[in-house]
Each structure stands twice: as structure tokens, then as C-alpha cells.
């Protein structure tokens, strides 16, 4: 099954400037596992160390907002994920 | 029933009368209340070509049609004035009480109007409005101030006032309320030219709705829906104090008087670096987030420095145009710009100007009154606040805006004032995040980030799509969505942090029917048309005022320097296209190529009793 994965521009100098990521698993979860196995460096700047999602992350499956399952939130072929910081401002 | 278009008053400083009127039918349906009020009556009011801190000018303060109940984040206000610093129209946003306490004596605005012979103060109750002395508050900085008014008064009354940079017509002075400011475009000093030192307001809850019960219904899905939310939970525990944590890592922090995008010390300016010194939070009416972080320094040069912020904005104006990593300074600044009355983005980056000017021989020590401005260096950068917001040596200079102070220092010290029809440009570099600058370019106000932020550039927001932040022309669509969108949410003065979370436009447009009695707020796509319309009107007022295409430009630095960003992506960015930027932006908004809005489009809008102000070259 595969899935992809926007990188929003401020993690793309984390892929190498790579802006689409393809990925395989059956939850968003799954498919950030992937998605690090691919660019290592990007779990600092997606998770805390105790391993959950960095609260100033929202996540979108297809242009819907995923919160407050994120990273169970099912996913399948073809499905679109994009990552938003959430701070607007200042 | 009638419908509850709101009140307001209005208060002749050189007469001293007031007089209560009501806002009619039309007008409402129009422009709704907040920004839309304000628009329509300042255009209304005010002939062209006064001068902005003469008696001729008007200061509204408004607050929206939702303030002063249990909705969470719309009890917000903002000033609106013809500004000192830009000489265009100028609206200025703050938090804090001030606004349902105005509602709750019985007002959606105030019209300040004439000068008064000395200083005074407006204290308004639910029983009349005064015009008493201010002779023992002036010269006393807004802390001060505040204190007396509420040793005056009681603890029911909330004020907004100004400081000694208000009274001194600094042009980047603001309106203090608590802590909170209208920072931008100079309102404080249209409040110093009137000799008017605060109003204030003693009352209690009382709020007047037109179908309390369908909107108290309503509140309790939107007080739910706010506090469920990613963006809720993300500003209660920081507030904006990290966001800079991803400008520096996407090189759009400027740096240096806008040559690099990162800066070279970003790791001990971070958002857990802020955590370290915080003391408490703050808020504003009715809302829970309280993002509002208060920091105090405990030791060094600046102990006892205390502040509710530094907020992003301020954090970036008193480290990036100096390049200081030292927070306790910037802690320090941010507390003395909010004692003294004024905006902390001009005045960080009109210091700014002034080191660079200095680095480059144009500013020596002898025309800094001794001061050595040298990059990194905190210092001098609090000495300067301070000689700013008194006028005191090159403050008095500088407290002109960089764009009068560049003018009168010549030399050629034009090239390193960074601002947008004279107000500086705040804290996103506009090379890395390019639908943000051209935000800057075509904002009625000049260079203000929340005009219409461009979320899609900085932090990969996907409404109405996703941009590509180094695209120009392209994205003249999403600038317009941007801007349009916050003049609509901005006739609730919705926060804009709380605008995006979840709850508009649906639920926004219900909540304004029930409150107004006005069905038609409940279509999202007349929302859209109201943004539209106010965004027109405010284009009509600066065209009136000889505003055009002209001045409808970035500073030349960001059209002929490459930015630098040292470890972050976008160096050698440069904005190349925007004359093909205004082309697309003007045909799209439907104004002529000379950036005028076309009989055809402001007939659309409602506004043709524009038409006779302003010269139409072309249709």
C-alpha cells in the first residue's frame, strides 16, 4: 500500500529538498515510521523524545484534519498526508 | 424585533460635547461592525489631506459585534485613524479588556474627534461620559497611568492610554491597554495630538443581543469546538514565544537590518530558551488560551526586568536587526516599550536602521550621543528605546519611522530604511516567504504581517492551497484569499490566532446573525464579499490620499540583495517579478494597472459613492 507524504518547506532541507515522499503503512503512524527509516533526521523535528507527536504539528489525510487521532488514524492507498505547523503569527 | 446594528459614541475634545447615535440598517448589512465600522466611518468623516496628528484627524476605537459574552477570542479592539507614519489609512489591533468593557457601557465604537486645550482624559460610564483633567497623569508611563485610573475609579474600570512616546508624537506610538498594545501605524500619537491620555470605562457585564438565546446556544459549540482544537492547545502552552524556532530554521528571521534569515545564534533564542525565564500567563476577555507569556529576568544586567511577552514579533525586534542572542535584553526592551507607549516593531527595527547606518560610517558616535552600536551588542539597543520613546539626542530622530529619519540623515542612509509606505517591515523575511511580502506590498497599513498572513509560505497551511513560498506572480490568488479573509474576520476583530481555530466561517457568520439579527451573515460567501468590500474601501481612502501604484513596493534591498540564511535553505533568494506580482494582484483584485479599484468593481462592491473621490483613469 502506498501512501505520500507532503513535506511542508521548513523539514524539506531534512529531505534533501524532496518534497513528495512515498510511503508504505495502514496509519499515519506507520507511514512516519517509513518515512524516517527514509530521512533519520526527521524524527527530531516530528516527535518529542518520549515519542509523540510535537504539539505544534497538525496533520491533513487528503485535505482533512486528522486531529485528535493523528497518528492512528487509518489510512489507505493512495492517500494523500500533509504536515502543518500550526503557529500563525506573532 | 429591531435589529441590533450597535451604538456609538462621539466626543468632541475642542467643544466638549458627546453625542450618542446609532448605526443604520445599511450600514450594518455592509460592513458588519469591527474594521467594516471603521472604514466606513473614517472615510466617511475625514476630508482628504488632513494632517494626521492635526485636529482635524479622528481616532475610532471599535470593538466587534460578538465582544464582551462567553464567545472565547472576540473581545478584542483596534483603533483606526489616518496614520502619522504612513500618511494612509491605519488600523492598529489589541487584546487585553478594553473592548467589552466598551461594550459593556453601551458602545461598538467611540469617535475621537478635535484636541482638547490641555490634558485630559474620556471616563465613560453606563450613565454619560466625562471629559475630566489629566494633568496628574501626564508624563507618567503606562503603568503609571493605569494605576492612578483605577485608584480613581475602582477596580471595575479598564482604560486605554498612551505613554511619554504618545504625549511626545513618536509616529510608531501606541495604544496601551493592561499590557496589551495597538502597536502599529502610530494610533498613539493621533491620541497625543488630541491631548488625550486615556479613556476609561467603569461598568459591569451588559451586553445587548438580538436573539440571546440562539447565540448563547451558539457560543457553547463555539467555546467547545476552540478548546478541542490543535491550535488552542499549541497557544496555551506557548503562545507565540517558539515560533521563531521555525522562522530561523526556514532562513526567514531577518537578521541584521534584512540581510541574512537566520540568525547565527537562533539556538539561544528558541522558544524552551523563553520557557526558562516565564513567570505566568495572560489572556484576554473571555478567552482561555491565555497565550499571553510573562517573562521575568532574575539576574544579570536586566534583573528585574519583567514583561507580559516578548511575544515572536518583539523576541525577533530586539535580537534579529542587532543580532543579540541575549533574551533578558530583549525581555527588557519589550518592558520598556510597553511603559513608554510604543511599537516594538518600528522601534526595534528602526534601531536596527541606526546600527547598520552606524557599521557603515553614515551614523558616528557623535551623532549617537556617545553610543557605540555595534552588532551583538544589547545595550545600547535599551539605551535607544528609551531615548526614542523621550526624544531624547538621535532618539528624537529616529522616533520619526525609518523612512523621516533616513530622509533628514541623507547621505544616502535611504537604501538600509526597510519599510512598505513608511511602516517597517516585521519579523518574516519576504525573500524566503514571498506571498508574505507581497502581503507587505499591497496591505492598506503598509508592511504588517497580519494584514494577511501568508501561513501557506511559512508554515505549509494548505487553504485555499499550498504555495510555493519562492513563487511571486503565481500566488498574487492566495495574497488576495489572505487579505480578504482577515478584513472579514476582522468585523469581529476575531483574534487572529483564534480565527483559524475551527470555528469560522460557519459558525462565525451564525454567531453574527443572532447577535445583529441579520440572516444574510450566514452565507460564507457573503462574508467573503464583505472582506472584499472593506478591503476596497480602505484602497479608495489611500487613493483619495494619493496613494498608488508608486508606492506599492518593497524596500529596494529585497528587490537587488540576495538574502543570505547561513544554514538554511532559500539563500540567494531575491524578489525579481514584482511588477508581474502587481500586474496579476491588480487584475484579479479588478483595478486599474496604476492600482486604482475600477468603477465597475467598486459599483459591484456597493461603493459607488466612492467614485467621485478618487480619479478612475481607466474602467
Known amino acids: 500500500m502506498s501512501v505520500e507524504i507532503n513535506i511542508p518547506t521548513f523539514l524539506q532541507h531534512l529531505t534533501s529538498d524532496v518534497k513528495v515522499v512515498d510511503v508504505k503503512g495502514r496509519t499515519v503512524g506507520e507511514c512516519f515510521a517509513d518515512l524516517i527509516k527514509k530521512y533519520p533526521q526527521l524524527k527530531a523535528r516530528l516527535y518529542t523524545k518520549r515519542g509523540r507527536l510535537l504539539k505544534s504539528l497538525n496533520v491533513f489525510v487528503n485535505g482533512e484534519s486528522v486531529y485528535p487521532e493523528t497518528l492512528t488514524k487509518p489510512v489507505n492507498d493512495g492517500d494523500i498526508i500533509q504536515i502543518v505547523y500550526v503557529v500563525i503569527g506573532g | ?619
Not at chain 2, 457573503?526 to 476596497?536: A, S
Open chain 2, 1 to 619: 424585533m429591531t435589529l441590533n446594528t450597535g451604538k456609538f459614541l462621539r466626543v468632541n475634545l475642542s467643544s466638549g460635547e458627546t453625542a450618542e447615535e446609532c448605526v443604520p440598517e445599511q450600514i450594518a448589512v455592509d460592513f458588519i461592525g469591527g474594521r467594516g465600522y471603521g472604514i466606513r466611518y473614517l472615510y466617511q468623516e475625514l476630508a482628504p489631506g488632513v494632517e494626521p496628528l492635526g485636529e482635524q484627524n479622528k481616532l475610532i476605537m471599535l470593538n466587534g459585534p460578538l465582544a464582551g459574552n462567553t464567545a472565547q477570542a472576540v473581545s478584542r479592539w483596534m483603533s483606526i485613524t489616518k496614520s502619522p507614519l504612513t500618511g494612509a489609512f491605519a488600523r492598529s489591533v489589541c487584546g487585553a479588556d478594553f473592548g467589552a468593557w466598551l461594550k459593556f457601557a453601551g458602545y461598538e465604537f467611540i469617535i475621537i474627534e478635535g484636541k482638547a486645550e490641555k490634558p485630559v482624559y474620556v471616563h465613560l460610564t453606563r450613565d454619560g461620559c466625562q471629559i475630566l483633567d489629566a494633568g496628574k497623569i501626564w508624563g507618567k508611563d503606562t503603568r503609571e497611568a493605569q494605576q492612578w485610573l483605577v485608584q480613581q475609579h475602582g477596580r471595575d474600570t479598564r482604560m486605554a492610554c498612551i505613554g511619554p512616546a504618545g504625549e511626545r508624537l513618536v509616529k510608531y506610538a501606541a495604544i496601551v491597554s493592561d499590557r496589551r498594545t495597538a502597536g502599529r501605524c502610530g494610533t498613539g500619537a493621533v491620541m497625543g495630538s488630541k491631548n488625550l491620555k486615556a479613556i476609561a470605562i467603569t461598568a459591569k457585564r451588559n451586553v445587548q443581543l438580538y436573539d440571546p438565546e440562539t447565540y448563547n446556544e451558539l457560543a457553547k459549540q463555539q467555546v467547545n469546538l476552540i478548546r478541542n482544537s490543535i491550535g488552542f492547545q499549541h497557544h496555551k502552552e506557548w503562545g507565540t514565544t517558539s515560533t521563531q524556532d521555525l522562522t530561523n530554521n526556514i532562513g526567514i528571521y531577518p537578521v541584521r537590518n534584512f540581510r541574512y534569515g537566520q540568525h547565527i545564534d537562533h539556538e539561544k533564542l528558541t522558544g524552551e530558551e523563553y520557557r526558562k525565564l516565564r513567570t505566568g500567563d495572560m489572556g484576554c476577555y473571555s478567552c482561555a488560551a491565555r497565550c499571553g507569556k510573562v517573562h521575568t529576568v532574575t539576574s544579570g544586567v536586566y534583573a528585574g526586568a519583567h514583561s507580559e511577552g516578548p511575544e515572536y514579533e518583539s523576541i525577533w525586534a530586539f535580537t534579529g536587526p542587532i543580532e543579540s542572542n541575549d533574551i533578558t535584553a530583549s525581555i527588557a526592551a519589550d518592558q520598556l516599550c510597553d511603559d513608554l507607549g510604543m511599537d516594538t516593531i518600528s522601534t526595534g527595527s528602526c534601531i536596527g536602521f541606526a546600527y547598520e547606518l552606524y557599521e557603515k560610517g553614515l551614523l558616528t558616535k557623535a551623532d549617537t550621543d556617545g553610543l557605540e552600536l555595534t552588532y551583538g551588542n544589547p545595550a545600547p539597543m535599551v539605551a535607544l528605546v528609551k531615548k526614542i520613546g523621550l526624544r531624547e539626542g538621535i532618539g528624537d530622530v529616529l522616533a520619526e519611522g525609518s523612512m523621516r529619519a533616513a530622509a533628514s540623515i541623507g547621505k544616502g542612509a535611504e537604501a538600509y530604511a526597510i519599510h512598505v509606505k513608511g511602516l517597517e517591515l516585521p519579523a518574516y523575511e519576504p525573500r524566503g516567504a514571498k506571498s508574505q511580502g507581497y502581503n507587505y506590498v499591497t496591505a492598506n497599513i503598509g508592511a504588517s504581517h497580519c494584514y494577511g498572513y501568508a501561513g501557506q509560505d511559512i508554515f505549509g497551511g494548505i487553504e485555499p492551497r499550498p504555495t510555493d513560498r519562492f513563487a511571486e506572480a503565481e500566488n498574487a490568488d492566495v495574497v488576495i484569499y489572505n487579505q480578504d479573509g482577515t478584513a472579514w474576520k476582522e468585523t469581529g476583530i476575531i483574534c487572529g490566532f483564534a480565527g483559524n481555530w475551527d470555528w469560522v466561517p460557519d459558525l462565525y457568520g451564525r454567531m453574527l446573525a443572532a447577535a445583529r439579527g441579520i440572516a444574510r451573515f450566514t452565507d460564507n460567501d457573503y462574508l467573503w464579499q464583505v472582506g472584499d468590500r472593506l478591503f476596497n474601501l480602505e484602497r479608495a481612502f489611500n487613493v483619495r490620499e494619493g496613494f498608488n501604484r508608486r508606492q506599492d513596493t518593497l524596500p529596494q534591498r529585497l528587490l537587488t540583495e540576495p538574502l543570505h540564511t547561513r544554514e538554511a535553505p532559500g539563500e540567494g533568494q531575491i524578489v525579481r517579478h514584482q511588477d508581474d506580482f502587481l500586474d496579476r494582484y491588480y487584475q484579479l483584485r479588478g483595478w486599474t494597472k496604476e492600482g486604482i479599484p475600477t468603477p465597475r468593481k467598486l459599483k459591484e462592491l456597493g461603493l459607488g459613492f466612492v467614485l467621485d473621490d478618487i480619479a478612475v483613469i481607466s474602467d
